[in-house]
């Protein structure tokens, strides 16, 4: 069983960036797909960026393409989401999850079998 931990959030004025990680334990963290997701108060969960287990399979949100990149370094156990201009609408709590799947819907959270306990960004005007 993979166990997910995120860090690297903040607070951040609009325009800014900040780089988050998900560092997994366990030694098949390779076998996961991954995928940030976001929740600001009162709202649903929202997908932001999943990375196939390779890497080679990326998808964005329409709302952080050409702002965020995911990455993942498969030798660290870690994927990162790298968000650059940041809106006060970004602010929200940024989980990281996992799958084993290698197909179907990535943007739904269901597909997803592991989660980190989330970390905060929060976007100042």
């Known amino acids: 069983q993979v166990q997910l931990v995120e860090s690297g959030g903040g607070s951040v004025q609009a325009g800014g960036s900040l780089r988050l990680s998900c560092a997994a334990s366990?030694?098949?963290?390779?076998?996961?797909?991954m995928g940030w997701f976001r929740q600001a108060p009162g709202k649903e969960r929202e997908f932001v960026v999943a990375i196939s287990q390779s890497g080679g399979r990326i998808y964005y949100a329409d709302s952080v393409k050409g702002r965020f990149t995911i990455s993942r370094d498969n030798t660290k156990n870690t994927v990162y989401l790298e968000m650059n201009g940041l809106k006060p609408e970004d602010t929200a709590i940024y989980s990281c999850?996992?799958?084993?799947?290698?197909?179907?819907?990535?943007?739904?959270?269901?597909?997803?079998?592991?989660w980190g306990q989330g970390t905060q960004v929060t976007v100042s005007s």
């Open positions: 366990g030694r098949i963290f390779s076998r996961y797909a």
């Open positions: 999850a996992g799958t084993p799947a290698y197909s179907g819907d990535f943007v739904r959270p269901s597909t997803y079998d592991v």
